[in-house]
């Protein structure tokens, strides 16, 4: 004899505590997901935010000094710091620029990096010249064009205001090793 109804009655999958340990099961699943959800979206962007966004290009107005300041002999060198943030890390990065005037109203800014290499370059006062110390760059003093070396153009100009008697400029950086003037993403 079957007592097939004594089974069902006594399977511990059936009756009114398994409605109940199926409803529990599936609220604390939806709350685990919902929480992860909750806390887990914000820290994956938190997380992948720095490595997916691109900043635009952005030039940095830096006040470079008072026109009486500059040189009308020699070319003058002008250091600032610039902010960086890389992903989560904040820092200062040294900066440079070469101002040239020979009549105190017309400037030119040249950016203080080779176009070779981005090696920092010097004036150097017997040539009468901007030279790079890694691979023999040099650059005319007024134009920034190259005289010699393995530079693939002109010095990086950079557009200056004058304001009152200051002068300032909109530094950024550019592509180096390459033919055009492409300016880098910061």
């Excluded at 008072?66 to 003058?76: D, E, K, Y």
């Excluded at 900066?95 to 400037?107: A, H, L, P, Q, S």
């Excluded at 990086?156 to 400029?169: F, M, P, W, Y």
Aim: glycine share 10%.
């Amino acid at each position: 004899m079957c007592d097939c109804d004594d089974r069902v009655a006594n399977d511990p999958g059936s009756g009114p505590g398994h409605s109940r340990r199926r409803f529990l099961r599936w609220a604390t699943a939806g709350g685990v997901l919902i929480w992860t959800g909750v806390a887990g979206i914000p820290a994956l962007r938190a997380l992948l935010y720095p490595a997916t966004h691109r900043n635009p290009v952005k030039g940095l107005w830096v006040k470079l000094g008072p026109l009486v300041s500059f040189n009308t002999t020699a070319p003058t060198q002008v250091n600032f710091a610039e902010p960086e943030n890389d992903a989560w890390i904040q820092s200062t990065e040294l900066k440079d620029v070469w101002i040239y005037t020979d009549d105190d109203e017309n400037f030119r800014v040249y950016n203080g990096r080779c176009t070779h290499l981005g090696c920092r370059y010097a004036f150097d006062a017997s040539r009468g010249v901007f030279h790079c110390p890694c691979h023999g760059g040099m650059y005319d003093v007024k134009t920034g064009a190259v005289l010699a070396g393995p530079p693939p153009r002109p010095l990086d100009t950079l557009q200056h205001r004058i304001e009152g008697d200051v002068l300032s400029a909109d530094y950024m950086d550019f592509r180096v090793g390459v033919p055009e003037k492409v300016p880098v993403e910061s």
